[in-house]
């Protein structure tokens, strides 16, 4: 039997009346980590008060240098970082003191879909209650490492996000031929010179599903109902003592998204249906323009400006609350689409044994059931309690001091205190020459474009501008529409607000790695492409930019900023699209009814004249089915 590397480690926690949480067995060997916190972490607070639970927690984490430069990879002498999944199982029985048995056991995977494991370990567990013995973890840690992924395809990241967005559940099937040449017998079309009836009839259904040439032989075959499948996954087994479990293996999963966690149910946990959201002032990083901040752009705001969040769930199974910090991770990276970092800060379950080392990693991400922390208000910047949906921000979290930049001064433009000062920027951008204003007037007051409270017309609008976009979101859940759906909309948002941060670079500080022109190949000679984001005037690009400086400005201090920087170059440097902005090319078309015929026109020659090869139009149909399941 063939053996693979899914699985490094099979734990085994008990609770002993006398000597608490103690790990029992580690195998095939030691995971090199303190052995009373992984039995803590296993076994986690109020799991005897349950016949199940699930908890997931990793191993191996590094604790990110913020201060570092961008080589904050690991080497290949270090241990990779480990997902764990844990089973917690309480089973009543008189003979035991106190009339019960605790156990937990784990799987520790380098896999983010860990999820598909929960069938054979709930197996594996009872046949360890049935006999409880180092040979169970044995057989289990063979069972899982024996499932042949070897046919599994391997798409690029531009199909994977075409795989996500389309509605074609079939699309790349040809990449699944080869595993399914084995499962069927495909003989040639070869039909009789004349045929009875009964054989025609059988030839035309073989029409009807399709036929296809074999390359390799020039011979017409046909395609069998097993091609039908949905290639969003990626079917296999697992055989357990004698028990094949049928394995479905999600093949669209991003970088920044572990485990089968809702983002729905993160979204309904917290937007109240009674209340516009958080009054403000809490944070110049943390508030949207007007009274209110909704308490979800709250959230998103506290994870791309890289605050310490915790989801407080007392009472809940800790596996709950995990899966609420695993969606947190996904809502701040755009579901994985646009920035990364946040799953190596996540704990999605920990406790006071680890408060240290937690406290240690800038901006983590943590899940906790101990009230205890709900108390301690300078371990935390945002708690979010499960319970009660509501987001609370601490007070003793530091607020920056933004300072006005004086005329002709060189530097960073601040344009925002914690009591929303009236600075901003005036932009003269003429998108088709991209001139900018000599610097002090770039950076000049303009008072007509202020945030003052007596602005009120300013504050409406983007008070009703984020309120709207939360409340379709809302609406989308209220309606039904799937998680994925739901996904692509808090894609488009990061993304939006990543390439804001790219122009509001170029602007200010005269230069970015985050976005703008590629170089020389991106000269635009008919002054119609342009760059960046759409806006619909100067005013609001304006008010757009100082609406979200304060965000920018706390973004450009945290890891995933320094991640994005590395990615942006990566990109640049290997995109087959290197003369158009085609994000912006297909918002215009799709969005704005007042294009001109020239500049239509402009559009789609650059597309003739930039799209040539299948690896050029992948990745435009890449960023046009993103668009559209935002759009559903």
């Known amino acids: 039997m063939t053996s693979y590397d899914h699985v490094q480690y099979i734990l085994l926690a008990e609770f002993d009346i006398d000597k608490g949480a103690s790990l029992k067995y580690q195998y095939p060997t030691n995971t090199g980590t303190d052995e009373h916190i992984l039995s803590e972490l296993m076994l986690p607070d109020g799991a005897h008060l349950r016949a199940e639970d699930w908890t997931i927690f990793c191993l191996n984490q590094m604790i990110p240098d913020p201060e570092a430069e961008l080589n904050i990879a690991r080497t290949d002498n270090e241990k990779p970082l480990l997902y764990v999944l844990n089973l917690v199982r309480t089973k009543h029985d ?23 494991y929960k069938p054979v370990l709930l197996l594996a567990m009872e046949k360890y209650f049935e006999n ?41 099937e040809e990449m699944f031929v080869k595993d399914d040449m084995d499962k069927l017998a495909l003989s040639p079309l070869s039909p009789p010179l004349v045929a009875p009836e009964t054989d025609r009839e059988e030839e035309e259904a073989k029409g009807r599903r399709g036929t296809y040439i074999d390359i390799a032989s020039g011979q017409m075959r046909e395609i069998s109902a097993a091609f039908g499948k949905d290639r969003r996954f990626f079917d296999t087994k697992i055989e ?46 943390l508030d949207s323009p007007g009274p209110y901040t909704h308490p979800i752009i709250l959230l998103l705001n506290a994870l791309l400006t890289q605050k310490r969040i915790v989801f407080l769930g007392y009472g809940h199974p800790s596996g709950e609350v995990a899966n609420y910090v695993l969606a947190a991770c996904a809502l701040g990276s755009g579901c994985g689409t646009v920035l990364r970092g946040f799953t190596e800060r996540a704990f999605p379950y920990t406790n006071l044994t680890s408060v240290d080392d937690l406290l240690k990693c800038p901006g983590f991400i943590a899940g906790v059931t101990n009230p205890t922390y709900e108390e301690h208000a300078g371990w935390w910047d945002v708690l979010c309690n499960i319970s009660t949906g509501k987001i609370t921000v601490s007070k003793d979290m530091d607020t920056p001091t933004l300072q006005k930049r004086s005329e002709g001064e060189e530097g960073p433009f601040m344009p925002l205190t914690g009591h929303r000062a009236s600075t901003t920027m005036t932009l003269k951008v003429d998108d088709k020459h991209r001139e900018k204003e000599p610097d002090h007037e770039f950076m000049a007051d303009a008072s007509e474009h202020s945030m003052d409270a007596g602005d009120n017309s300013y504050l409406f609008f983007f008070f009703f ?42 602007e200010v500080y005269h230069q970015t790695k985050i976005g703008g022109s ?8 008919t002054g119609f492409l342009g760059y960046g984001p759409i806006f619909l005037d100067e005013n609001t690009k304006q008010r757009e930019f100082t609406a979200y400086a304060n965000r920018i400005q706390g973004w450009r201090q945290t890891i995933s900023y320094k991640y994005y920087q590395k990615d942006f170059t990566w990109w640049a440097s290997n995109s087959s699209l290197k003369k158009i902005d085609v994000q912006r090319q297909i918002f215009k078309l799709k969005q704005m009814r007042s294009l001109s015929d020239a500049h239509v026109l402009a559009i789609y020659e650059a597309f003739l004249g930039t799209l040539s090869t299948d ?3 992948i990745e435009v149909k890449k960023k046009e089915r993103k668009r559209e399941s935002y759009r559903k």
């Not at 008189?94 to 598909?116: E, S």
């Not at 289990?140 to 389309?166: G, Y």
């Open 132 to 172: 409880p013995s180092r040979e169970i973890l044995e057989s289990l840690h063979t069972a899982v490492n024996s499932m042949d992924l070897s046919k599994m395809p391997e798409f690029t990241w531009h199909e994977r996000q075409i795989l996500r967005a389309s509605d074609n559940r079939t699309m790349f």
């Open 240 to 285: 357990y003592e004698g028990i094949k479990l049928p394995i479905r293996i999600p093949l669209t999963v991003n970088s920044e998204e572990v485990g089968d966690f809702s983002l729905i149910k993160l979204i309904t946990t917290f937007s109240s249906a009674t209340s516009p959201g958080c009054l403000n002032p809490h944070h110049p990083h």
């Open 94 to 116: 008189v003979t035991a003191r106190r009339g019960a048995r605790v156990k937990a056991m784990a799987i520790c995977t380098h896999h983010q879909f860990l999820h598909i």
């Open 518 to 525: 590629q170089g020389p190949e991106s000269s635009d000679p």
């Open 615 to 617: 690896e050029q139009v």
């Open 465 to 506: 501008f984020f309120l709207i976009s939360i409340s379709i979101v809302l609406a989308a859940i209220h309606a039904h529409y799937g998680e994925s759906s739901i996904r692509a909309k808090f894609q488009e948002y990061v993304l939006r607000f990543v390439r804001l941060a790219g122009l509001y670079e170029e």
